[in-house]
């Protein structure tokens, strides 16, 4: 079986980690197609492995521990993408987290007049699509990707050290 490099990996999910990122704030800020509630969460988990993969370069001696949390943030990614999917597909109620604008109830005038004047995206709504794949789709395929290949890299690290 193929040797996986966990130096190769970790720079890879790293550069998928900018590149998830910058291409997510291009199509939001260039080509304007606001994002939902669940694509702006979705961000996070390849922020959190920019943040760790640094982190490992600076405490090497925890790497093993860096890898299995980006496994864990990446089967979160996941699973979060896998609901924003069964919501855009109709197989799943959009929930409170697609509402979530503002965590009060109480409202000035000039907060509702805002409010209705800014283009609220719904989480089933999908603004912008690569080959017929939302970009959610395509983060489901990613993070299963980073998921199954750092696991390989965490299963086999005591024999590779």
Do not use: W
Request: hydrophobic share 50%; aromatic share 12%; proline share 1%.
């Amino acid at each position: 079986m193929v040797e996986i490099n966990k130096t190769i990996t970790l720079k890879l999910i790293f550069l998928i980690s900018i590149i998830a990122l910058s291409s997510a704030f291009f199509i939001e800020y260039v080509l304007g197609h606001q994002p939902c509630n669940l694509c702006v969460v979705e961000r996070i988990p390849y922020l959190l492995s920019l943040i760790i993969i640094i982190l490992n370069y600076k405490f090497i001696n925890l790497e093993k521990y860096f890898i299995l949390t980006l496994i864990l943030i990446f089967l979160a990614a996941t699973i979060l993408s896998l609901y924003h999917l069964g919501i855009e597909q109709g197989f799943i109620e959009e929930s409170l987290v697609c509402d979530l604008k503002n965590g009060s109830n109480l409202l000035s005038k000039e907060e509702i007049l805002r409010q209705l004047q800014e283009k609220n995206v719904s989480c089933k709504d999908v603004t912008f699509k690569i080959l017929g794949l939302s970009l959610t789709s395509y983060n489901i395929i990613i993070s299963i990707l980073i998921v199954y290949f750092t696991t390989r890299v965490y299963l086999s690290y005591d024999n590779n050290k």
